[in-house]
């Protein structure tokens, strides 16, 4: 059974910084291809990052590059994502989704709440 | 502003046929697959549709998937009351190199 479980969200100052864990489960994870994905409260899905199941490739949105970072550590199972220098627009759950292509998000996590308020 | 543009409401009375429209441009629906997810009230995204038209496994046949040019489509037919959720679609942007996904269509079966 596929499962995908994110942590380390909370609550942080402007400016501050946070790393997201997304533990994965039930399946080779070295195989699937991966991406952060958030939502805003009340808003709709916006793409955040996206990294090859080697690692080697990744690709950030436009409001997030230079400050965020994505990687993986495939020995441990584990996505993570690093963000840095946050912003009050930044606020939304985070999920960790992906697959075993690079064409689709065929699982996803339950999200983990980042807010971003002084 | 959404790179994909979907109407932010649909609605139907059970058993109708509803269809849920997604329009991009050359570097995203033009070029590449369009994916459909489902998001229930209060639960993470779901993909329903992948690579336009085929349904994941334990997906019903009443949800159908669609592409011509740069627009895309999700169809439900004999719609059912669980099916009332926040429809999106999603495609690789080639000039972005990135995933850009449509607002949003949240259908109300009446």
């Known amino acids: 059974q596929v499962r995908l479980v994110e942590s380390g969200g909370g609550l942080v100052k402007p400016g501050g910084s946070l790393r997201l864990s997304c533990a994965v489960s039930?399946?080779?994870?070295?195989?699937?291809?991966m991406s952060w994905i958030r939502q805003a409260p009340g808003k709709g899905l916006e793409w955040v990052s996206y990294?090859?199941?080697?690692?080697?490739?990744?690709y950030y949105a436009d409001s997030v590059k230079g400050r965020f970072a994505i990687s993986r550590d495939n020995a441990k199972n584990s996505l993570y994502l690093q963000m840095n220098g946050l912003r009050a627009e930044d606020t939304a759950l985070y999920y960790c989704?992906?697959?075993?292509?690079?064409?689709?998000?065929?699982?996803w996590g339950q999200g983990t709440l980042v807010t971003v308020s002084s | 502003q959404s790179v994909l543009t979907q109407s932010p409401s649909a609605s139907g009375t059970p058993g109708q046929r509803v269809t849920i429209s997604c329009s991009g441009s050359?570097?995203?629906?033009?070029?590449?697959?369009v994916n459909w997810y489902q998001q229930l009230p209060g639960t993470a995204p779901k993909l329903l549709i992948n690579?336009?038209?085929y349904r994941p496994s334990g997906v019903p046949d009443r949800f159908s998937g669609s592409k011509s040019a740069t627009s895309a489509s999700l169809a439900i037919s004999g719609l059912q009351s669980e099916d009332e959720a926040d429809y999106y679609c999603?495609?690789?942007?080639?000039?972005?190199?990135?995933?850009?996904f449509g607002g949003g269509t949240k259908l109300t079966v009446l």
């Open positions: 989704a992906g697959g075993p292509t690079s064409l689709q998000f065929d699982s």
């Open positions: 039930g399946f080779t994870f070295s195989d699937y291809y």
């Open positions: 690579s336009n038209n």
């Open positions: 990294i090859s199941s080697s690692g080697i490739t990744k």
């Open positions: 999603a495609a690789w942007d080639d000039s972005l190199n990135g995933w850009v």
């Open positions: 050359s570097s995203n629906i033009g070029s590449n697959t």
